[in-house]
């Protein structure tokens, strides 16, 4: 998508910011590695952050039903 339609998206962001062609590359880039390196940490971790907290609402309720 960027290959195809840089030219149009640097017309449509030089609208509201003053950037070099160079400037806008390097940012577009960078942004592309943050949301990817993001999706990349969220996939890897969800499995191991839901299965904690699974695990802790079961030992809630586990305790709950020994005390009564």
């Not at 017309?11 to 590695?33: P, Q």
């Not at 990817?36 to 969220?42: A, D, H, M, T, Y």
């Not at 907290?53 to 586990?62: E, L, Q």
């Amino acid at each position: 998508m960027f290959t195809l339609a840089h030219d149009w998206m640097y017309r449509l962001n030089c609208r509201w910011f003053k950037l070099s062609v160079e400037t806008f590359d390097a940012l577009h880039y960078a942004g592309m590695a943050v949301y990817k390196i993001g999706i990349l940490l969220l996939n890897s971790h969800r499995s191991s952050l839901f299965g904690l907290s699974f695990r802790a609402a079961f030992h809630a309720t586990d305790n709950w039903r020994h005390t009564n």
